[in-house]
Structure formats: structure tokens, C-alpha cells
């Protein structure tokens, strides 16, 4: 289990799904797309439409694109795709 990054901030949230526990599943807020007390996560950093994120559950770090803000090419989201496998 990874350690919380140093820039992980409860001040820098987002409710954006954990690919690696899942832990939102059953939850009903979040199945609404609401905002949720429980299941929020670390936002470490933002590039263009990229949050870099850290699940505070299971200390996951990964990024996720949002499609909103600067546009990136399909090229650039497959390249960071495959550099957080």
C-alpha cells in the first residue's frame, strides 16, 4: 500500500470513482452522481483536462481525463494511459 502523496490535501477533493477498490459501488449518493462525505478522493493536480487523483481508502494514484478544458489528442490520452498501467 502506497503512502499518501505529499500534496494530498482534504482542502483539493473530487468525487471521481477509484478504478482499484471500487469502493462507491453500493453507495446511493454516488450512484446519483452526488456529491458523497465518504467517497471523495485527493486531488493532487490538474493538467489541462487531467486530475491526477489518490484514493484515501486504498492509496491508489492515478489519472483520470475529464473531457472538459484543453483539448488533448486521442494520442496524448493513450500515451498517459498506457505510461499509469
Do not use: I, K
Amino acid at each position: 500500500m502506497l503512502p499518501l502523496d505529499p500534496q494530498a490535501d482534504l482542502g483539493r477533493r473530487a468525487w471521481v470513482p477509484c478504478p482499484a477498490c471500487d469502493d462507491a459501488r453500493a453507495c446511493g449518493p454516488c450512484a446519483e452522481r452526488r456529491t458523497c462525505p465518504d467517497h471523495w478522493r485527493y486531488l493532487l493536480t490538474t493538467t489541462g483536462s487531467l486530475l491526477h487523483l489518490q484514493c484515501p481508502g486504498c492509496t491508489h494514484v492515478w489519472v483520470h481525463e475529464t473531457g472538459f478544458g484543453a483539448t488533448r489528442s486521442r494520442w496524448d490520452r493513450l500515451t498517459d494511459t498506457l505510461r499509469n498501467l
